[in-house]
């Protein structure tokens, strides 16, 4: 079964620096897009980042566009979020989600596995 691991939520004060991780296994990583979705307490679960399957394009919110920075490493099975220059507004449970397709997508609906969640705090 497929299963999606996050870590390296927590809290942080507003500029600083976050490395958010995510281990994948029971699926073949290497051909499946990969993304960053957050939930922000009382909205809905919304895009942050992905990743085509080798890594060669990435995508991401407009709110996060020169802050973030999207990550994968085929042979480790693990994709990675830099999230730097952290603003409260930040705050939310991040997820990682995984596609079975090359391609990847904003979609929330258009991911088939995820991960549980880590939530990440910034306080100004």
């Known amino acids: 079964q497929v299963q999606l691991v996050e870590s390296g939520g927590g809290l942080v004060q507003a500029g600083g620096s976050l490395r958010l991780s995510c281990a994948a296994s029971g699926l073949t990583f290497s051909n499946s897009a990969m993304g960053w979705f957050r939930q922000p307490p009382g909205k809905e679960r919304e895009f942050v980042a992905t990743i085509t399957w080798r890594g060669i394009t990435t995508y991401y919110a407009d709110s996060v566009k020169g802050r973030f920075t999207i990550s994968r490493d085929n042979a480790k099975n693990t994709v990675a979020l830099e999230m730097n220059s952290l603003k409260p507004e930040d705050t939310a449970v991040y997820y990682c989600?995984?596609?079975?397709?090359?391609?990847?997508?904003?979609?929330?609906?258009?991911?088939?596995?995820w991960g549980q969640g880590t939530q990440v705090t910034v306080s100004s």
């Open positions: 989600a995984g596609r079975g397709t090359h391609s990847s997508s904003r979609y929330v609906n258009e991911y088939d596995y």
